[in-house]
């Protein structure tokens, strides 16, 4: 039994960052605990069954991990003025549009600028590595402690398409990208107005951990987008962190408007993932065809990997060719921008598809998997086939 919350993680980690930035905006009171806690080797991590991060232990010792379920426990019992869920139209479906942009699409991004430019990185990440796996070892071991996860990580860029060839369509992506957000938190704090919403919450996680603090990336970004390093300063704040904008009330936009700057951003975003989401819905799709025993209620990381989603998908980058691992998980984090735009009245559905065509988004609001994913006791499970 613990007696505040605990989050299990490590400063290096994108979704610890994520969940990490929501307890502090909330207050919640809460100790940072590393991996190598003997309460995390010894009886967390085993009680999920497997080494994830980041992972949440509330005081009557109910563990919560995946940062969704995350966001969703602390808002209900820190409830703040205004929820991270938006409930006019537009801001709720924008919203879930950036926070599954910010937890799948910018992973690609987030471990290239990483792994690839080592001459400037991997000093830092060494020892910080070692930090998060060994505190307190000596400094001549980070070598040796840090280099096994590090290589793994690593190990991944092939599977999440990073290549000499990609490369530059990556990095393309991502500079366009930095360029909307810089011009719209110049005149925004926050993506919906003076209220940070689920959106940003997933934005947070791979521009944190590493865009913002892996040296390379974070020069790139103080030199070229001043304010959404101002943004990234803001959402780490436990307070609204706004003194740009002394007259702002902390709350969205009124009347469920997006600031004009948004629509690049919201371009830009699409640019990046809107090809791979499409095709990582029709891999799933293929991979199901192939499977029609599959039943409701069956884990999707099986015991028999037979039975596990797998494969590979390909698309364009915006014209260059692409390869990737089939993510089933983009698949189900897919289905809060769907689920957002399902529950509302048609005429406010004609609103928000309106709103989306000129970014390229709106063909987000219906793409479905043949099979809906649940989650039920921190594990993913087939749900049943969608009408």
């Known amino acids: 039994m613990t007696k505040s919350y605990v989050l299990y993680g490590m400063p290096v980690s994108m979704f610890t960052g994520k969940a990490r930035a929501h307890l502090r905006k909330r207050r919640v009171p809460f100790v940072e605990r590393l991996i190598s806690h003997?309460?995390?080797?010894?009886?967390?991590?085993?009680?999920?069954?497997?080494?994830?991060?980041?992972?949440?232990?509330?005081?009557?010792?109910?563990i919560i991990q995946d940062t969704a379920d995350i966001l969703r426990h602390v808002e209900w019992t820190f409830p703040g003025e205004v929820s991270i869920y938006p409930t006019t139209p537009r801001h709720a479906v924008v919203a879930r549009i950036f926070e599954l942009f910010g937890d799948e699409g910018m992973i690609r991004?987030?471990?290239h600028y990483r792994w690839n430019y080592p001459d400037q990185n991997i000093g830092f990440l060494r020892t910080a590595f070692a930090a998060g796996i060994a505190p307190g070892a000596d400094a001549a071991d980070a070598e040796a402690i840090?280099?096994?996860?590090m290589?793994?990580?690593?190990?991944?860029?092939?599977?999440l398409g990073v290549s000499p060839e990609t490369i530059p369509a990556i990095e393309a992506g991502y500079e366009a990208l930095l360029d909307a957000m810089n011009r719209h938190f110049q005149?925004?704090?926050?993506?919906?107005?003076?209220?940070?919403?689920?959106?940003?919450?997933?934005?947070?996680?791979?521009?944190?951990?590493?865009?913002?603090?892996?040296?390379y990336p974070a020069e790139q970004m103080k030199t070229r987008a001043y304010f959404v390093w101002r943004w990234v300063e803001r959402m780490i704040a436990a307070d609204a962190d706004m003194p740009e904008f002394p007259d702002l009330a902390e709350v969205y936009a009124a009347d469920d408007q997006l600031a004009p700057t948004l629509m690049p951003v919201l371009e830009a975003a699409g640019r990046i993932y809107g090809a791979e989401l499409a095709a990582q819905v029709a891999g799933l799709d293929a991979w199901l065809v192939d499977h029609p025993d599959i039943q409701a209620g069956e884990a999707l990381q099986s015991s028999d990997r037979?039975?596990?989603?797998?494969?590979?998908?390909?698309?364009?980058?915006?014209?260059?060719?692409?390869?990737t691992a089939l993510r089933a998980f983009s698949v189900f984090k897919l289905q809060a921008v769907t689920d957002a735009f399902?529950?509302?009245?048609?005429?406010e559905q004609a609103t928000v598809r309106a709103t989306l065509e000129p970014t390229g988004l709106a063909p987000w609001l219906s793409l479905k998997a043949r099979r809906r994913i649940a989650r039920v006791d921190n594990r993913e499970v087939w749900g049943d086939p969608v009408a």
Do not use: N, W
């Open 38 to 62: 003997p309460r995390f080797v010894g009886e967390v991590a085993p009680s999920i069954g497997r080494l994830i991060i980041p992972v949440l232990e509330t005081p009557d010792g109910e």
């Open 109 to 111: 991004t987030a471990m």
């Open 146 to 149: 840090a280099g096994g996860a």
């Open 151 to 159: 290589t793994k990580m690593q190990g991944y860029l092939p599977a």
């Open 187 to 215: 005149r925004s704090p926050y993506l919906l107005g003076g209220a940070p919403c689920v959106g940003d919450f997933g934005l947070i996680a791979g521009f944190h951990a590493h865009l913002a603090r892996d040296p």
């Open 306 to 323: 037979a039975r596990r989603p797998r494969g590979t998908v390909a698309f364009d980058l915006m014209g260059t060719p692409m390869t």
């Open 342 to 347: 399902d529950t509302l009245a048609p005429s």
